[in-house]
């Protein structure tokens, strides 16, 4: 049983949509990230917070938009996507800063943008 | 250069077969270093860390060689169970603190009965 939770865990949403992907983490970790991964393609670092605080922004199109409201929640909100975005979203959450760097996930937000 | 670069595969391998991998990766002040295992359609799992005097759990072991900057994992005596996608993934504190997990894009693995 993970102890990454990520709902939804399955989302089709349309261009003009507004939707929000939320993340829990329940392993007393500092440090949350959201990845996203494409087909064929390896999993690409969107943002890091450490401690809550952003301290990554992988150069993402402003139309995703994180928020981290504490050390156990974190939420990638979307607008105005396109069909390119679709991919799995997935959420990891480690220690964080002097601590085990070991990444444990979530099982992912198949988005798919129509 | 990419920052973590492997080969994607796939290597297709008869079970009991003796299989490695190998991952480079570009920035000499990396500081840890794992592979993780993804299933399809799964989020990917640790399956273990690299050390740089090696290490082994059963029929893994991985290798880190500093100086070359790669790391190798090697699987005895393949299950097909051990059919995945295996990701090399380099752990980085910047300067500035930063932390950041860089992953590379996976070798794909599949064994044959």
């Known amino acids: 049983e993970t102890g990454v939770t990520q709902t939804p865990r399955h989302l089709v949403m349309g261009m003009t949509n507004k939707k929000s992907l939320k993340c829990e983490q329940h392993?007393?970790?500092?440090?949350m990230y959201w990845y996203k991964q494409s087909a064929k393609k390896p999993l690409e670092l969107m943002f890091v917070y450490s401690l809550e605080e952003r301290v990554e922004n992988n150069s993402v199109p402003s139309r995703f938009s994180p928020e981290c409201p504490n050390s156990s929640h974190l939420f990638l909100h979307l607008h105005t996507l396109q069909p390119e975005d679709s991919a799995l979203y997935l959420c990891a959450s480690s220690q964080g800063p002097g601590g085990n760097t070991e990444a444990f996930f979530g099982q992912g937000t198949r988005l798919t943008v129509v | 250069r990419k920052e973590v670069e492997q080969d994607p595969g796939p290597f297709n391998v008869p079970e009991g077969a003796t299989v490695a991998f190998n991952c480079t990766y570009s920035?000499?002040?990396?500081?840890?270093f794992f592979w993780y295992r993804q299933d399809c359609r799964k989020e990917p799992k640790l399956l273990m860390s690299v050390y740089s005097s090696g290490n082994e759990d059963g029929r893994f072991t991985a290798q880190l060689n500093r100086a070359s900057q790669y790391i190798s994992l090697l699987i005895r005596d393949s299950k097909l169970s051990d059919s995945a996608t295996y990701l090399c993934v380099v752990y980085l504190i910047s300067n500035f603190g930063n932390e950041k997990l860089t992953f590379g894009t996976g070798t794909r693995l599949t064994i044959i009965p």
């Open positions: 392993l007393g970790h500092n440090a």
């Open positions: 920035n000499s002040a990396s500081q840890s």
